[in-house]
T-cell receptor, first 117, second 116 residues
Framework: AQTVTQSQPEMSVQEAETVTLSCTYDTSESNYYLFWYKQPPSRQMILVIRQEAYKQQNATENRFSVNFQKAAKSFSLKISDSQLGDTAMYFCAFIAGSGAGSYQLTFGKGTKLSVIP | NAGVMQNPRHLVRRRGQEARLRCSPMKGHSHVYWYRQLPEEGLKFMVYLQKENIIDESGMPKERFSAEFPKEGPSILRIQQVVRGDSAAYFC??????????????FGDGTRLSIL
Protein backbone atom coordinates (compact mmCIF):
# COMPACT_ATOMS: atom_id res chain seq x y z
CA ALA A 1 0.00 0.00 0.00
CA GLN A 2 1.12 3.52 -0.71
CA THR A 3 0.87 5.87 2.24
CA VAL A 4 1.86 9.38 3.25
CA THR A 5 2.34 10.35 6.88
CA GLN A 6 2.45 13.90 8.19
CA SER A 7 3.21 13.61 11.89
CA GLN A 8 2.59 17.25 12.81
CA PRO A 9 -1.14 18.08 12.82
CA GLU A 10 -0.47 21.72 13.74
CA MET A 11 2.52 24.05 13.79
CA SER A 12 3.10 27.74 14.31
CA VAL A 13 5.95 30.06 13.39
CA GLN A 14 6.76 33.71 13.96
CA GLU A 15 6.64 35.94 10.94
CA ALA A 16 10.02 36.12 9.14
CA GLU A 17 11.25 32.92 10.84
CA THR A 18 11.87 29.53 9.21
CA VAL A 19 9.72 26.45 9.69
CA THR A 20 10.05 22.85 8.51
CA LEU A 21 7.09 20.56 7.90
CA SER A 22 7.79 16.84 7.91
CA CYS A 23 6.47 14.11 5.64
CA THR A 24 7.30 10.45 5.23
CA TYR A 25 5.95 8.14 2.59
CA ASP A 26 5.94 4.49 1.70
CA THR A 27 5.96 2.97 -1.75
CA SER A 28 7.58 -0.01 -3.40
CA GLU A 29 7.82 1.83 -6.70
CA SER A 30 11.11 3.25 -7.90
CA ASN A 31 9.60 5.86 -10.19
CA TYR A 32 7.60 8.53 -8.39
CA TYR A 33 7.06 12.23 -7.86
CA LEU A 34 6.50 14.08 -4.61
CA PHE A 35 4.49 17.24 -4.10
CA TRP A 36 3.59 19.80 -1.48
CA TYR A 37 0.20 21.46 -1.85
CA LYS A 38 -1.02 24.45 0.13
CA GLN A 39 -4.67 24.93 1.08
CA PRO A 40 -5.38 28.40 2.54
CA PRO A 41 -8.65 29.19 4.34
CA SER A 42 -10.20 29.89 0.94
CA ARG A 43 -9.81 26.09 0.39
CA GLN A 44 -8.03 26.33 -2.95
CA MET A 45 -5.41 23.64 -3.57
CA ILE A 46 -2.21 25.31 -4.72
CA LEU A 47 0.84 23.40 -5.90
CA VAL A 48 3.86 24.67 -3.94
CA ILE A 49 6.70 22.47 -5.08
CA ARG A 50 7.44 19.22 -6.91
CA GLN A 51 10.32 16.75 -6.60
CA GLU A 52 11.28 13.95 -8.96
CA ALA A 53 12.44 10.86 -7.10
CA TYR A 54 15.35 10.16 -9.44
CA LYS A 55 16.81 13.62 -8.97
CA GLN A 56 19.29 14.02 -6.15
CA GLN A 57 19.05 17.79 -6.06
CA ASN A 58 16.43 19.19 -3.72
CA ALA A 59 13.73 21.29 -5.41
CA THR A 60 13.46 24.99 -4.58
CA GLU A 61 10.78 27.58 -5.35
CA ASN A 62 11.61 31.00 -3.95
CA ARG A 63 11.15 30.76 -0.15
CA PHE A 64 10.10 27.11 -0.33
CA SER A 65 12.57 24.25 -0.47
CA VAL A 66 12.51 20.54 0.25
CA ASN A 67 14.82 18.13 1.99
CA PHE A 68 14.41 14.89 0.08
CA GLN A 69 15.97 11.86 1.77
CA LYS A 70 15.18 8.98 -0.57
CA ALA A 71 16.61 6.17 1.56
CA ALA A 72 14.64 7.34 4.57
CA LYS A 73 11.55 8.04 2.41
CA SER A 74 11.37 11.51 3.87
CA PHE A 75 10.27 14.69 2.10
CA SER A 76 10.17 17.74 4.35
CA LEU A 77 9.20 21.27 3.34
CA LYS A 78 11.16 24.28 4.57
CA ILE A 79 9.56 27.70 4.46
CA SER A 80 11.99 30.57 4.91
CA ASP A 81 11.11 34.14 5.88
CA SER A 82 7.55 33.08 6.77
CA GLN A 83 4.80 35.47 5.78
CA LEU A 84 1.25 35.88 7.05
CA GLY A 85 -0.01 34.62 3.69
CA ASP A 86 1.70 31.29 4.34
CA THR A 87 -0.97 30.47 6.93
CA ALA A 88 -2.66 27.38 5.48
CA MET A 89 -2.99 23.61 5.56
CA TYR A 90 -0.05 21.96 3.87
CA PHE A 91 -0.47 18.56 2.25
CA CYS A 92 2.30 16.23 1.21
CA ALA A 93 1.40 14.00 -1.74
CA PHE A 94 2.95 11.65 -4.27
CA ILE A 95 2.29 9.83 -7.49
CA ALA A 96 4.06 6.52 -8.03
CA GLY A 97 4.47 3.84 -10.63
CA SER A 98 4.21 3.59 -14.36
CA GLY A 99 1.08 1.55 -14.87
CA ALA A 100 -2.44 1.55 -13.54
CA GLY A 101 -2.96 4.11 -10.80
CA SER A 102 0.12 6.08 -11.68
CA TYR A 103 -1.96 9.25 -11.95
CA GLN A 104 -3.60 9.00 -8.52
CA LEU A 105 -2.26 11.52 -6.07
CA THR A 106 -1.98 10.03 -2.57
CA PHE A 107 -2.25 12.69 0.12
CA GLY A 108 -1.27 12.90 3.76
CA LYS A 109 -3.70 14.28 6.33
CA GLY A 110 -2.08 17.68 6.37
CA THR A 111 -0.29 20.05 8.71
CA LYS A 112 -2.05 23.25 9.76
CA LEU A 113 0.52 26.06 9.78
CA SER A 114 -0.19 29.35 11.51
CA VAL A 115 2.14 32.32 10.96
CA ILE A 116 2.07 34.63 13.96
CA PRO A 117 2.66 38.37 13.49
CA ASN B 1 -9.63 32.95 -15.72
CA ALA B 2 -7.76 30.12 -17.43
CA GLY B 3 -7.73 27.91 -14.34
CA VAL B 4 -9.88 24.92 -13.42
CA MET B 5 -13.43 26.12 -12.87
CA GLN B 6 -15.77 24.34 -10.51
CA ASN B 7 -19.35 25.20 -9.77
CA PRO B 8 -21.20 25.65 -7.64
CA ARG B 9 -18.82 26.67 -4.89
CA HIS B 10 -21.29 25.60 -2.24
CA LEU B 11 -24.18 23.19 -2.67
CA VAL B 12 -26.81 22.29 -0.09
CA ARG B 13 -29.03 19.29 -0.58
CA ARG B 14 -31.52 17.40 1.54
CA ARG B 15 -31.16 13.68 2.09
CA GLY B 16 -32.46 11.76 -0.92
CA GLN B 17 -31.91 14.54 -3.44
CA GLU B 18 -29.41 14.53 -6.30
CA ALA B 19 -26.22 16.59 -6.39
CA ARG B 20 -24.48 17.62 -9.62
CA LEU B 21 -20.99 19.07 -9.45
CA ARG B 22 -19.41 20.63 -12.53
CA CYS B 23 -15.79 21.02 -13.57
CA SER B 24 -14.29 22.76 -16.57
CA PRO B 25 -10.59 21.89 -16.96
CA MET B 26 -7.86 24.37 -17.74
CA LYS B 27 -7.66 25.43 -21.34
CA GLY B 28 -5.78 22.82 -23.33
CA HIS B 29 -6.23 20.10 -20.69
CA SER B 30 -8.06 16.94 -21.63
CA HIS B 31 -7.62 14.89 -18.45
CA VAL B 32 -9.84 15.38 -15.42
CA TYR B 33 -9.59 13.91 -11.93
CA TRP B 34 -12.08 14.09 -9.06
CA TYR B 35 -11.02 13.94 -5.41
CA ARG B 36 -13.03 14.04 -2.20
CA GLN B 37 -11.91 15.69 1.03
CA LEU B 38 -13.67 14.70 4.23
CA PRO B 39 -13.33 16.99 7.26
CA GLU B 40 -9.83 16.94 8.79
CA GLU B 41 -8.57 14.60 6.05
CA GLY B 42 -6.43 14.80 2.95
CA LEU B 43 -7.89 14.41 -0.50
CA LYS B 44 -8.83 10.93 -1.72
CA PHE B 45 -8.85 9.97 -5.39
CA MET B 46 -12.25 9.12 -6.87
CA VAL B 47 -12.13 8.96 -10.65
CA TYR B 48 -10.01 9.81 -13.69
CA LEU B 49 -11.59 10.73 -16.99
CA GLN B 50 -10.58 11.72 -20.46
CA LYS B 51 -13.00 13.08 -23.03
CA GLU B 52 -15.89 10.58 -23.34
CA ASN B 53 -13.96 7.92 -21.40
CA ILE B 54 -13.72 6.84 -17.79
CA ILE B 55 -10.15 5.65 -17.36
CA ASP B 56 -10.21 4.68 -13.68
CA GLU B 57 -13.12 4.85 -11.25
CA SER B 58 -11.56 2.67 -8.56
CA GLY B 59 -12.03 5.36 -5.91
CA MET B 60 -15.72 5.88 -6.54
CA PRO B 61 -18.32 4.36 -4.21
CA LYS B 62 -20.03 1.52 -6.04
CA GLU B 63 -23.51 2.96 -5.71
CA ARG B 64 -25.10 6.39 -6.23
CA PHE B 65 -21.94 8.02 -7.64
CA SER B 66 -21.20 8.52 -11.32
CA ALA B 67 -18.99 10.76 -13.42
CA GLU B 68 -18.81 11.79 -17.03
CA PHE B 69 -16.72 14.01 -19.25
CA PRO B 70 -18.62 14.53 -22.50
CA LYS B 71 -17.13 15.61 -25.79
CA GLU B 72 -18.61 19.06 -25.27
CA GLY B 73 -19.09 20.73 -21.92
CA PRO B 74 -17.78 20.25 -18.41
CA SER B 75 -17.11 17.10 -16.46
CA ILE B 76 -19.98 16.20 -14.13
CA LEU B 77 -19.83 14.33 -10.83
CA ARG B 78 -23.30 13.12 -9.97
CA ILE B 79 -24.42 11.85 -6.59
CA GLN B 80 -27.88 10.34 -6.41
CA GLN B 81 -29.98 9.98 -3.25
CA VAL B 82 -27.47 11.86 -1.14
CA VAL B 83 -26.87 10.90 2.49
CA ARG B 84 -25.25 12.85 5.35
CA GLY B 85 -21.98 10.98 4.83
CA ASP B 86 -21.65 12.56 1.38
CA SER B 87 -20.98 15.93 3.02
CA ALA B 88 -17.47 16.85 1.92
CA ALA B 89 -15.44 19.10 -0.33
CA TYR B 90 -15.15 17.74 -3.86
CA PHE B 91 -12.14 18.85 -5.88
CA CYS B 92 -11.57 18.59 -9.58
CA UNK B 93 -8.09 18.68 -11.10
CA UNK B 94 -6.92 18.68 -14.67
CA UNK B 95 -3.72 17.92 -16.53
CA UNK B 96 -2.55 18.18 -20.08
CA UNK B 97 -2.12 14.43 -20.48
CA UNK B 98 1.46 14.31 -21.70
CA UNK B 99 1.82 10.83 -20.26
CA UNK B 100 4.39 11.74 -17.64
CA UNK B 101 3.40 10.45 -14.21
CA UNK B 102 4.76 13.60 -12.66
CA UNK B 103 2.81 16.09 -14.72
CA UNK B 104 1.20 18.55 -12.33
CA UNK B 105 -2.48 18.33 -11.60
CA UNK B 106 -4.02 21.77 -11.29
CA PHE B 107 -6.92 22.00 -8.90
CA GLY B 108 -10.12 24.00 -8.90
CA ASP B 109 -11.45 25.74 -5.80
CA GLY B 110 -13.68 22.80 -4.93
CA THR B 111 -17.39 22.39 -4.28
CA ARG B 112 -18.44 22.11 -0.66
CA LEU B 113 -21.44 19.82 -0.46
CA SER B 114 -23.59 19.97 2.64
CA ILE B 115 -26.40 17.50 3.25
CA LEU B 116 -29.22 18.52 5.58
Amino acid sequence: AQTVTQSQPEMSVQEAETVTLSCTYDTSESNYYLFWYKQPPSRQMILVIRQEAYKQQNATENRFSVNFQKAAKSFSLKISDSQLGDTAMYFCAFIAGSGAGSYQLTFGKGTKLSVIP
Amino acid sequence: NAGVMQNPRHLVRRRGQEARLRCSPMKGHSHVYWYRQLPEEGLKFMVYLQKENIIDESGMPKERFSAEFPKEGPSILRIQQVVRGDSAAYFCASSSGTGSIGEPQHFGDGTRLSIL
